[in-house]
């Protein structure tokens, strides 16, 4: 893997794993729970100029990434209740690099978007604490993907994008020795 390769996969690409069992779903659990603390206290306190810097070439600024987050996730949580309140809905894309483009990705502080990623988690965690196997095996109908897929499976992958986003910024704060 060359460095620009690393660079946007830090931790790899993501894999679908073949089983997902009940201690996999609690470290997910967690990993959502501690995300907005552990990011807040990643880049909290870093000034515009940090935050405007690319965490990569061609990437996002960091602003970007922290919004990135906030819009996505968001749309995780309504698909994840969505499938649990529906028989295998169909859900709604977007383009996450358009939407990345928008003032309030681009320009806006990223408080807002903190303040959202630590209500929303604490919402969805409660919301996963709560469920039974069966209810994990839920799943939506994603178009661009052309498939179906489980609250399991999704859970695995957002688990898998926070600990993703954040080491694109935690191996940008190294590299420039913040």
Same mark, same amino acid.
């Given at each position: 893997?060359?460095?620009?390769?690393?660079?946007?996969?830090?931790? =790899?690409?993501? *894999?679908?794993?073949?089983?997902?069992?009940?201690?996999?779903?609690?470290?997910?659990?967690?990993?959502?729970?501690?995300?907005?603390?552990?990011?807040?206290?990643?880049?909290?306190?870093?000034?515009? @100029?940090?935050?405007?810097? *690319?965490?990569?070439?061609?990437?996002?600024?960091?602003? *970007?990434?922290?919004? /990135?987050?906030?819009?996505?996730?968001?749309?995780? &949580?309504?698909?994840?209740?969505?499938? %649990?309140?529906?028989?295998?809905?169909?859900?709604?894309?977007?383009?996450?690099?358009?939407?990345?483009? %928008? *003032?309030?990705?681009?320009?806006?502080?990223?408080?807002?978007?903190?303040?959202? %990623?630590?209500?929303? /988690?604490?919402?969805?965690?409660?919301?996963?604490?709560?469920?039974?196997?069966?209810?994990?095996?839920?799943?939506?109908?994603?178009?661009?993907?052309?498939?179906?897929?489980?609250?399991? @499976?999704? %859970?695995?992958? &957002?688990?898998? /994008?926070?600990?993703?986003?954040?080491?694109?910024?935690?191996?940008?704060?190294?590299?420039? =020795?913040?």
């Amino acid at each position: 893997m060359d460095n620009l390769e690393l660079k946007k996969y830090p931790l =790899g690409e993501f *894999q679908i794993p073949e089983e997902i069992s009940d201690p996999d779903i609690d470290e997910c659990i967690k990993t959502l729970q501690n995300f907005p603390a552990k990011l807040e206290n990643l880049i909290g306190n870093w000034t515009d @100029e940090q935050l405007d810097t *690319q965490y990569r070439e061609g990437g996002w600024k960091v602003r *970007q990434l922290v919004n /990135h987050l906030s819009d996505s996730h968001m749309m995780s &949580y309504i698909r994840f209740k969505l499938a %649990l309140t529906e028989n295998n809905p169909a859900v709604k894309t977007y383009d996450e690099a358009h939407w990345a483009e %928008l *003032q309030d990705s681009f320009s806006i502080g990223i408080d807002p978007a903190l303040t959202i %990623l630590k209500g929303l /988690h604490e919402r969805w965690v409660y919301e996963l604490k709560a469920l039974t196997n069966r209810e994990f095996d839920s799943t939506f109908y994603h178009p661009e993907q052309n498939r179906n897929i489980s609250l399991r @499976e999704s %859970l695995v992958f &957002y688990a898998w /994008h926070c600990d993703h986003h954040f080491a694109h910024i935690e191996n940008l704060k190294k590299e420039k =020795g913040w």
